[in-house]
């Protein structure tokens, strides 16, 4: 028998534990909003996923003329007990998105949350829509069947009629829904225009609406903080590239006008010249 892939580093007695799984995607989304919650609440290390099975290293790096070991992504789970008598929670980050072999990680995923006593999954993700960087993002909320959906009504999220959520933070509870095991996805919006840039606007709004579901109490302060800075920061990016796309292809009727005297005035020396 195949020895599993996560390795165990402490056997704490969870209470109906929720597992939150996150990787890098649109937006950062995901990432974002489950490293802020092991920052920012007390999680400890729970286990880790042995990286070789489902990733292939590609090069090494060499520091002073040596040759390191390959190195590979972290994947961990952590723990977080809930102190006022709630649900605990685990949350399982990916540094990276698996270049294959994505439906068996899925599935070491959920075999070791079952094993931790976890009864409901979620991941975060990012909703590409014709928002605009100025207007604050709203949260879609999906389910694996359509009980969980409902208890999503409350909190007034978007529905999604059709919708695509790629990379790990959507198989992950596709897969989950093929063994019949709860899940819930929230998606905040994200720009088409800005995809690849990090969006802490929609992970802080992921955050709100997840801490409610979850009925964790957690100061969001400091994310807003980064939300706010980015959002000044993507206003004034904004402006630059429309300030470049005007002087790029607009021109001032007066500099025209100064041009195409400059060329008379030139043409009108050389036709002198020549006739002298």
């Not at 980050?93 to 994505?102: K, M």
């Not at 590409?128 to 969980?148: C, F, L, Q, S, Y």
Request: with cysteine; hydrophobic share 40%; aromatic share 8%.
């Amino acid at each position: 028998m195949q020895a599993s892939p996560v390795r165990i580093h402490a056997r704490p007695k969870l209470n109906a534990p929720n597992l939150l799984a996150a990787w890098p995607g649109i937006g950062n989304v995901s990432a974002i909003a489950a490293n802020y919650l092991t920052r920012k609440l007390e999680f400890k290390t729970l286990a880790t996923l042995e990286a070789a099975d489902f990733f292939e290293p590609i090069g090494v790096t060499v520091k002073d003329n040596v040759v390191e070991a390959p190195q590979f992504p972290q994947n961990n789970f952590y723990y977080w007990k809930n102190r006022r008598g709630k649900s605990d929670l685990i949350i399982f980050v990916g540094e990276t998105q698996p270049p294959n072999q994505s439906y068996d990680l899925a599935h070491c995923i959920l075999d070791a949350s079952l094993k931790f006593g976890a009864k409901r999954i979620y991941t975060c993700a990012a909703a590409m829509t014709r928002i605009h960087h100025t207007e604050p993002p709203r949260v879609w909320g999906v389910a694996t069947n359509p009980a969980v959906a409902a208890e999503l009504k409350p909190y007034g999220l978007m529905p999604a009629t059709s919708v695509q959520i790629a990379g790990m933070n959507g198989l992950l509870l596709g897969v989950a829904k093929e063994r019949k095991i709860e899940g819930v996805c929230l998606l905040g919006e994200v720009p088409q225009y800005a995809a690849r840039i990090q969006n802490p606007m929609a992970a802080l709004a992921v955050l709100r609406v997840l801490t409610k579901i979850l009925d964790i109490e957690i100061d969001l302060a400091e994310l807003q903080t980064f939300a706010a800075e980015t959002s000044e920061r993507m206003k004034q990016m904004a402006s630059e590239a429309m300030g470049e796309y005007i002087d790029l292809f607009t021109e001032p009727i007066w500099q025209r006008n100064e041009e195409e005297d400059e060329g008379e005035e030139g043409e009108g020396e050389d036709e002198g010249g020549g006739l002298n």
